[in-house]
């Protein structure tokens, strides 16, 4: 039976899929394979993923000098990023290496969300059942979150692409949770759940996120939201516009990983919101109201590999944000200079981003405006991928704002 | 500083002291405002904030405790610090209360009184303390007594008052410190609650004396982070450490390499390396954008300091973070433009050879991408660049530049506005860590 390389991680991104392993460069593959990489990750026999592997022989075969595999990738994350946080909760390291497991096991990542750390998955799950909920709702399930809270209680997700649902099915199956996870396309019926753990984001996409969530949970009930920045602002807004009060905030409990184990600096907030009966979202914003609460994102990238900072770094980068991108490139153009390079990236809608790549310093600033979440997490995904090593990360992205205003300065 | 028999007066409550690098203010948390205090009152005011009578300016004291600045009596927990801190803290706390001890519980409520007493912040010579969760989370990692033993500790500086929390779980602390103030908090502190806590003025630049105490089991330090700083704190701290000991040092993110390189070079192991471990917080009771790794060395057979115990080092950069220190960047967003048609190639490109013209400005690799619906200017600067994103169909202009100029944006400011928004327009305007945001609607 055909088996992913352990190395190797995938993901759906719009126009392409990719494979991402260590030290080599991202690897496109043409969507007309998806149904046969969904066998491969599936372990399943089938005779297009044996034309895939023959067509993409590292995808199945680990080199000689085989690198670092996800589990262990995600294993040394962990502790990094919440190992003070193990130490204080012995008792849950068996549910640990169970999500460890679960999320180092083949594949197909979307493009959408940001996927947890397997320990920040495990912080999220206790925040949720402290709550003790009966019945949960999932708008968008990235990193299993259902799979943990099932058992003790009904979880219904709504799986975002079917990658996601594929995945989500086969681990409830290994778990014996098919009856606690139900995987729906509508989430019914409506009104009738005690807890909706929902992302909020882009504005005018958030808007109809909560818009559902609020359908879905019965007055009394709660919301769990996820936001991270630069949304916190407008989410606030929203919020309030919407006759919901944040009863608790938990700020940087949601450490992402992006495919390949690109950590993001800076975990995501956890709101914990009460959903009165006269809760309503408000009505959706216009053009002009989306425009003003238009994000833009300065992200830095510290630590770069010396090594691979060569004449050809800048243009690495740029062809594998090609890659990723949603939409096709439009323009790139760029600057080069001894110690410096400046690249404009845009594509065929007008959103892109200006980078400033500082050889002599190992950083990376990208500056996006407008901002678009994918082209976003497609530019930060091909600067670790071709700029990066262990060391690299992302100065870390807070929010600037919780339910009060302004904590950060 | 001795301490005086009888404390008089204190800083009201919201009151504390930030001495920054160039002036002196003192905050005041209740009115959201800050007042300048000037240099020859200084010295007084930080014996206010011990809750001392002032060395000097005595005449002033009635004044003071009229407008509300002074309080009699001496200085206590601060309801007001108290009660931002506990807020700041409750941002974190709920995803590891659960697991706390009832040792562990006491320990964070005396961590947090003690920073709720501290009144006077070190700005100039980087204090910035960590938030009290951070503190007790850090004393945790060396463990409670009655599981680990009892440990010999030592704190190297202390602004961030672990010291506290490692007492409150059963450990014998040292703190070496320069700052006067500190030491005589600490002192406070100690006496207060009863800590077995030893405190000693140290500049760790001179050599090490027998009576820097020793050998500790592990020690704890929060350096700026740069090479001078990281070879000074670990020759001293790992100098004083038992064969098996170890070390905990607060490392910035983007000098983690540098910061393994230079214990490298020493033969120091690297032990756990927890990220983003440690959380700071402002004087302003915000939380600072500053944040650090928290990383474990362990003290190997025979290690390579830099400074030799018996030895005066003389670093050259101090007080100075290395890393690369972006400068601050604009974002300016200029809605619903009036009349979009003339937000086009030809008209753009001039107003960019307006600004040039205006001498300002030098730019180079000017270019214009133009599409339908959007374009999009850029350029060159001799130190940064410029973009400028035209979104007709939006009505949208968006400004990027980097670095901030302020004289640049100005002009380029008065241009599109004159071309673009002639009519009434609000603004908003907002700046985290050097990047403005400011919106023209």
């Known amino acids: ?409 | 500083m001795t301490e005086p028999a009888v404390p008089l007066y204190h800083f009201a409550d919201g009151l504390l002291l930030a001495l920054g690098v160039e002036s002196v203010q003192l905050v005041d948390l209740a009115h959201d405002r800050q007042l300048e205090v000037e240099s020859p009152y200084v010295s007084a005011a930080e014996r206010l904030a011990l809750g001392w009578r002032p060395d000097a300016h005595l005449e002033l004291i009635p004044e003071l405790l009229e407008d509300g600045v002074l309080v009699e009596g001496p200085q206590g927990v601060d309801p007001v610090l108290h009660s931002k801190l506990t807020a700041l803290d409750a941002l974190y706390l709920p995803a590891f209360a659960d697991a706390l001890s009832p040792r562990a519980r006491e320990a964070y409520r005396v961590v947090l009184e003690a920073h709720a007493r501290r009144k006077r912040f070190q700005v100039a010579v980087g204090q910035c303390s960590v938030l009290p969760e951070t503190t007790l989370r850090r004393a945790l990692l060396v463990g409670d007594a009655a599981e680990v033993g009892a440990q010999d500790v030592l704190c190297i500086g202390d602004d961030d008052l672990v010291s506290v929390a490692l007492c409150m779980l059963g450990h014998r602390v040292t703190v070496f410190d320069i700052d006067d103030y500190l030491l005589e908090l600490l002192g406070q502190l100690r006496d207060l609650y009863r800590l077995e806590l030893r405190i000693a003025q140290v500049d760790l630049r001179d050599p090490l004396e027998p009576s820097a105490g020793g050998p500790y089991d592990v020690f704890l330090t929060d350096p700026m982070s740069n090479r001078d700083f990281f070879e000074v704190f670990l020759s001293r701290g790992v100098a004083l450490l038992k064969p098996e000991g170890r070390g905990y040092v607060a490392v910035m993110p983007p000098t983690g390499r540098l910061f393994a390189e230079v214990a490298g070079a020493m033969g120091l192991e690297l032990g756990a390396w927890h990220r983003r471990h440690n959380r700071y917080y402002s004087p302003f009771m915000k939380i600072h954008w500053y944040e650090s790794d928290w990383v474990e060395v362990r003290r190997p057979r025979e290690p390579r300091l830099v400074y030799p115990a018996g030895e005066m080092c003389a670093p050259l950069n101090f007080y100075r973070e290395d890393y690369f220190m972006r400068r601050a960047a604009l974002f300016t967003f200029y809605d619903q433009i009036e009349d979009p048609r003339f937000a086009r190639p030809l008209f753009l490109d001039l107003l960019m050879d307006v600004l040039e013209d205006q001498g300002e400005v030098v730019l180079h690799s000017r270019d214009i991408f133009a599409s339908d619906d959007w374009s999009l200017i850029k350029a060159g600067a001799a130190e940064g660049h410029l973009t400028i994103h035209v979104d007709r169909q939006r009505r949208q202009i968006i400004v990027e530049m980097y670095p901030f100029a302020e004289e640049v944006d100005t002009r380029l400011r008065n241009l599109l506005l004159a071309a673009y928004k002639t009519t009434e327009t609000t603004v908003q305007a907002d700046a985290v860590r050097g990047v403005w945001d400011i919106r023209f609607s």
């Open chain 1, 1 to 409: 039976m055909l088996e992913l390389n352990p190395e190797v991680s995938l993901t759906a991104w719009p126009r392409w899929l990719v494979a991402l392993a260590p030290d080599r460069p991202p690897q496109p593959i043409d969507p007309q394979w998806t149904d046969a990489l969904l066998a491969l990750v599936d372990g399943r026999d089938d005779e297009a993923a044996e034309r895939l592997a023959r067509a993409f022989p590292e995808l199945v075969a680990r080199r000689d000098d085989a690198g670092t595999t996800v589990a262990e990738t995600l294993a040394r994350l962990d502790e990094q990023y919440l190992g003070w946080w193990l130490a204080l909760h012995p008792q849950a390291a068996s549910r640990l290496a169970t999500q460890r497991e679960r999320l180092a096991r083949p594949r197909l990542h979307g493009a959408h969300a940001w996927s947890a750390l397997p320990a920040s998955t495990l912080v999220r799950a206790l925040l949720v059942e402290r709550l003790a909920p009966a019945r949960v709702l999932l708008l968008d399930d990235p990193d299993g979150l259902s799979l943990l809270l099932a058992g003790e209680r009904q979880v219904t997700v709504l799986p975002c692409g079917a990658g996601q649902r594929q995945w989500l099915a086969r681990e409830a199956a290994r778990a014996g949770l098919t009856e606690a996870v139900e995987l729906v396309s509508d989430p019914t019926p409506l009104g009738d759940f005690d807890l909706a753990v929902l992302s909020l984001g882009e504005p005018r996409a958030a808007h109809a996120t909560l818009e559902l969530a609020l359908a879905a949970v019965h007055p009394g009930g709660r919301l769990v939201v996820a936001v991270r920045a630069p949304w916190a602002r407008a989410l606030y807004r929203l919020l309030a516009e919407s006759g919901l009060t944040v009863r608790e905030c938990l700020r940087d409990v949601d450490h992402a990983v992006l495919p390949g184990g690109f950590p993001i600096d800076g975990g995501g907030d956890l709101l914990v919101v009460d959903r009165p009966a006269h809760a309503t979202a408000p009505a959706r914003p216009s053009a002009a109201a989306a425009l003003r609460e238009q994000p833009f994102a300065l992200v830095e990238i510290e630590n770069l590999a010396a090594a691979r900072l060569d004449g050809s770094a800048i243009d690495r980068f740029a062809a594998a944000v090609e890659l990723m991108a949603p939409r096709p490139q439009a323009m790139r153009d760029s600057i080069r200079e001894p110690q410096r390079d400046v690249l404009w990236w845009y594509d065929l809608d007008g959103y892109g981003f200006s980078a400033e790549l500082r050889h002599d310093k190992a950083h990376l600033s990208l500056a996006f405006a407008p901002l678009e979440p994918v082209l976003l997490s497609a530019a930060l995904s091909a600067a670790f991928a071709t700029l990066g090593d262990a060391w690299t990360r992302t100065f870390a992205l807070r929010t600037t704002h919780g339910p009060e205003g302004m904590v950060l300065t």
